[in-house]
């Protein structure tokens, strides 16, 4: 039978239901053959309509039309997806909108204000990209500010004292010895009393083995016999004062008979600057009474502890690491200072990864480079701070001394043998 009524026949029935091409709208009143009117007439309904709108003998169905959605007397909004609660309650979600942005058309007609809020209402993924940012933020700014800061104290170590380092590896896949040098010389305007009458000597010397998870550390007592190149035979700390970084290098290297690849030299006036900015440091140590240079009053320091972990601000740690004589403690000797200074290095590095410090990230990073002279740039810098942190505490190491003896000068002097010496050094770089 064919669908279309211009092609059917005047003996054929009219179907029960009327077929419509997409895209088209309901006709209100459709034009049929008269045959087929007739034949409508008979089954007591009226014909140009569809059968669902019109009950065999009844009367017509009202038409339903669509207002147009200006006129609708709501509006529609998308609900969020049910949770958990819901779920566990019985109820269906299926009749609720997918989750999602609105549709266009259903955000048409809303206030600009509640469009603005809505976009930008905050989500706790939001939250965690804005901390993300903030902190990516942060370590990129205290990273040009150590480079900066590195690159401001680049040639500060005397080209005579470079010429006589070794090459070196990758601090962070290779191991490198690093000679640290701490001088007697006084802060420039500091009330102290000046230093040794004849110049500038090194009041510490320490070689770390740093670098491919290796952190070792030895210190040499500044009242060690040994031989100076040109001079002969004095304690190891006048070497300094006779031709400063690059004679105390080739001095240290003739005595213990290993290359060096790096030196730093504390400086003293920066120092307590940098233990301040990465929060102060915490030493264990025993009962202190030290005054250095005549103490406070007399223009020098002072510092009187407890037995105990104390937490020291830079001028405490500074005056800890220089205490030679302690008036509570007659067995104090420079080996019991060496100690506390290796002591205060390893507080340093467990201060660097405290919460609090990357709080002080950009103020830590200034001031580490003005803390040091060093022939090493700001990314063998970087290089050692990450070494330090894979390798660990060191464990204390001082070279012991077998004795002493009387120098040609009058001065004691601590005497260590050759085998002590060599002993000590293989436990340096072999662990």
Not at 53 to 77: F, H, I, Q, S
Not at 128 to 140: K, N, R
């Amino acid at each position: 039978m064919p669908d279309d009524p211009r092609k059917r026949t005047p003996y054929e029935d009219p179907p029960s239901y009327r077929v419509y091409r997409a895209g088209e709208d309901r006709p209100r009143k459709a034009t049929l053959p008269n045959a087929e009117t007739a034949a409508g007439k008979a089954r007591g309904r009226r014909v140009g309509r569809p059968d669902d709108e019109y009950p065999l003998g009844g009367d017509p169905a009202p038409r339903r039309t669509r207002p147009d959605r200006d006129e609708r007397p709501y509006k529609l909004y998308s609900a969020r997806p049910r949770g958990l609660r819901a779920l566990l309650r019985g109820e269906e979600d299926a009749a609720l909108p997918e989750p999602g942005r609105w549709r266009r058309e259903e955000r048409e007609g809303l206030p600009p204000e509640r469009e603005r809020r809505r976009w930008y209402r905050p989500t706790w993924r939001r939250g965690l990209a804005y901390l993300g940012i903030a902190v990516v933020a942060w370590l990129f700014l205290s990273f040009v500010l150590f480079m900066v800061s590195a690159q401001e104290q680049s040639g500060s170590i005397p080209a005579a004292a470079q010429a006589q380092l070794s090459s070196g590896g990758n601090m962070l896949t290779s191991a490198d010895t690093i000679l640290i040098i701490g001088t007697d010389q006084r802060p420039p305007g500091s009330k102290e009393p000046g230093a040794f009458a004849g110049g500038i000597r090194s009041d510490t010397l320490m070689l770390w083995r740093i670098g491919g998870g290796v952190s070792r550390r030895l210190s040499i007592p500044r009242d060690t016999v040994a031989s100076i190149p040109g001079y002969g035979v004095s304690k190891i700390n006048a070497a300094y004062s006779y031709g400063g970084p690059a004679l105390t290098l080739k001095t240290v290297e003739q005595f213990t008979g290993i290359k060096i690849n790096h030196v730093i030299v504390v400086n003293l006036a920066n120092f307590p600057k940098f233990i301040n900015a990465i929060g102060g440091v915490n030493v264990t140590t025993g009962r202190i009474c030290s005054k250095i240079s005549g103490g406070a009053a007399k223009g020098g320091f002072s510092l009187f502890l407890k037995p105990g972990t104390h937490h020291l601000n830079g001028t405490q740690a500074l005056t800890l690491a220089r205490t030679r004589d302690n008036m509570c403690n007659a067995a104090s000797t420079d080996l019991t200072r060496e100690g506390y200074q290796q002591k205060i290095l390893n507080s340093i590095k467990s201060q660097l990864l405290s919460p609090g410090t990357f709080f002080r990230l950009p103020w830590a990073s200034w001031s580490a480079p003005q803390a040091l002279r060093t022939d090493m740039g700001g990314f063998t810098l970087m290089s050692l701070f990450a070494a330090s942190e894979l390798g660990g505490s060191a464990p204390v190491q001082i070279l012991e001394p077998s004795g002493s003896e009387t120098l040609p000068n009058g001065g004691d002097a601590l005497v260590v043998s050759p085998s002590e010496v060599s002993g000590a050094v293989h436990k340096l770089i072999d662990g």
